[in-house]
């Protein structure tokens, strides 16, 4: 939702701008995406609380992150599995193997590839998807070369890929919360607070921001940045990304598990005896040795 007002008509959410109200039953609704010029009412926000949904502050057409309310998933499924993957090493390396597959699904040897192989193979692809749009295009071409203190500063190719990329990774950084997984806990990139951010936007870069950055310098805009901005929004307007995205973080972190789409409203006490576990809400007083 975009320049409107956000208000709750019992158990539905309501848009309103000048063109009239939209209501969204909140029965239906997974997550609010809060474009720029929207006010949102305390009670809007209550409801969505409710009903389990969640609220992600987002640029125009969600190219952009800045904040978000709870996480859409009530379950910690995916959170634990990330946890789990991320610090054991080979199961961190099988989800760095599996994402550098989604980008080389015509290669052999990736499941027995090093993390060095896979960064050389990685590093190569890219170069050659740079110097082919530049051909494409007519774009000059040198190499990527920008500084995030001196924006301006970049050449028109590397601000409209910087431009493009930031784009990217708010469309990711938004799927990533609203699934309750953690943008810090990274398999390929660490030690940032979204990392795992630039590990999921990775697999997309080479497709839409590549390629979206390159036509937009080849037609001259005035501003390139915000030229650049505007089409990559324009490219996953359609919300595809978002089920992919999706989709690809649960078979990353989840690959044996055959429930998607549900989310388990349960909750679970630790036994204290490996990954064993005891249903909550019951009372174990009879437990007591006494």
Same mark, same amino acid.
Request: with cysteine.
């Given at each position: 939702m975009e320049r409107c007002i956000v208000h709750r008509d019992g158990n539905a959410i309501t848009a309103t701008d000048d063109r009239g109200t939209v209501h969204v039953p909140t029965a239906t609704l997974g997550a609010l995406l809060l474009g720029p010029g929207t006010n949102v009412s305390h009670a809007a926000m209550v409801l969505l609380a409710e009903s389990g949904s969640t609220a992600v502050w987002v640029g125009e057409r969600g190219v952009r992150y800045y904040a978000h309310g709870r996480g859409l998933s009530q379950s910690s499924r995916l959170l634990e599995a990330q946890v789990s993957a991320v610090t054991n090493q080979s199961s961190r390396l099988r989800v760095a193997r599996e994402m550098y597959g989604y980008r080389f699904p015509e290669e052999d040897g990736i499941a027995t590839a090093t993390m060095q192989q896979l960064r050389g193979r990685e590093g190569a692809r890219v170069k050659r998807?740079?110097?082919?749009?530049?051909?494409?295009?007519?774009?000059?071409?040198?190499?990527?070369?920008?500084?995030?203190?001196?924006?301006?500063? +970049?050449?028109?190719?590397?601000? $409209?890929?910087?431009?493009?990329?930031?784009?990217?990774?708010?469309?990711?950084?938004?799927?990533?919360? $609203?699934? +309750?997984?953690?943008? +810090?806990?990274?398999?390929?990139?660490?030690?940032?607070?979204?990392?795992?951010?630039?590990?999921?936007?990775?697999?997309?870069?080479?497709?839409?921001?590549?390629?979206?950055?390159?036509?937009?310098?080849?037609?001259?805009?005035?501003?390139?940045?915000?030229?650049?901005?505007? $089409?990559?929004?324009?490219?996953?307007?359609?919300?595809?990304?978002?089920?992919?995205?999706?989709?690809?973080?649960?078979?990353?972190?989840?690959?044996?598990d055959d429930d998607e789409g549900q989310d388990w409203n349960v909750v679970h006490l630790w036994d204290g005896r490996g990954d064993h576990v005891v249903p909550g809400g019951t009372s174990y007083d009879a437990d007591l040795p006494w």
């Amino acid at each position: 939702m975009e320049r409107c007002i956000v208000h709750r008509d019992g158990n539905a959410i309501t848009a309103t701008d000048d063109r009239g109200t939209v209501h969204v039953p909140t029965a239906t609704l997974g997550a609010l995406l809060l474009g720029p010029g929207t006010n949102v009412s305390h009670a809007a926000m209550v409801l969505l609380a409710e009903s389990g949904s969640t609220a992600v502050w987002v640029g125009e057409r969600g190219v952009r992150y800045y904040a978000h309310g709870r996480g859409l998933s009530q379950s910690s499924r995916l959170l634990e599995a990330q946890v789990s993957a991320v610090t054991n090493q080979s199961s961190r390396l099988r989800v760095a193997r599996e994402m550098y597959g989604y980008r080389f699904p015509e290669e052999d040897g990736i499941a027995t590839a090093t993390m060095q192989q896979l960064r050389g193979r990685e590093g190569a692809r890219v170069k050659r998807l740079y110097r082919a749009h530049a051909e494409r295009t007519g774009v000059q071409w040198t190499k990527r070369d920008y500084d995030t203190a001196e924006f301006g500063m +970049g050449s028109d190719i590397n601000q $409209a890929l910087s431009a493009a990329t930031t784009c990217l990774y708010g469309i990711v950084h938004g799927v990533i919360v $609203a699934l +309750g997984c953690s943008p +810090g806990l990274g398999f390929v990139h660490t030690g940032h607070s979204r990392s795992f951010v630039f590990d999921i936007a990775d697999l997309y870069k080479a497709e839409i921001a590549i390629p979206t950055a390159f036509d937009v310098v080849a037609r001259q805009p005035e501003d390139i940045p915000a030229e650049t901005r505007r $089409a990559v929004r324009d490219v996953v307007q359609d919300g595809k990304l978002l089920v992919r995205c999706t989709r690809d973080i649960r078979r990353l972190l989840l690959p044996d598990d055959d429930d998607e789409g549900q989310d388990w409203n349960v909750v679970h006490l630790w036994d204290g005896r490996g990954d064993h576990v005891v249903p909550g809400g019951t009372s174990y007083d009879a437990d007591l040795p006494w």
